[in-house]
């Protein structure tokens, strides 16, 4: 088993940066390939970036893609999403994802055995 516990999320404007934190216990965390997904009022959830167990290698969403950053540090089994230039489309509860699997994929909830509660974040204009 792995417990994943989101924190850092909050209300800030349009243009501002958040950055969210994912604490993990449990399992080692170097086992695990980590992401962020989100999900809306009335939508489905969405990736938005992982990194991979060992390489370290990223990967985002387009909508995020140069406005994010994931990061982790194996040796405090942490994972990180620095969020900047924020758009009120950006609002949504942000999930914390491990998966176990060895997949050439990384954007699917199916890949993710292990899910944090969610944080939220919400950006006015």
């Known amino acids: 088993q792995v417990q994943l516990v989101e924190s850092g999320g909050g209300l800030v404007e349009a243009g501002d940066s958040l950055t969210l934190s994912c604490s993990a216990s449990?399992?080692?965390?170097?086992?695990?390939?980590m992401a962020w997904f989100r999900q809306a009022p009335g939508k489905a959830r969405e990736f938005v970036a992982a990194?991979?167990?060992?390489?370290?290698?990223?990967y985002y969403a387009d909508s995020v893609e140069g406005r994010f950053t994931i990061s982790r540090d194996n040796a405090k089994n942490m994972v990180w999403l620095e969020m900047y230039s924020l758009k009120p489309e950006d609002t949504a509860v942000y999930y914390c994802?491990?998966?176990?699997?060895?997949?050439?994929?990384?954007?699917?909830?199916?890949?993710?055995?292990?899910w944090g509660r969610g944080t939220q974040v919400t950006v006015t204009t």
């Open positions: 449990g399992r080692t965390f170097s086992d695990f390939d």
């Open positions: 990194i991979r167990r060992n390489t370290g290698y990223t």
């Open positions: 994802a491990a998966s176990s699997v060895y997949s050439g994929s990384y954007s699917y909830t199916w890949e993710y055995d292990y």
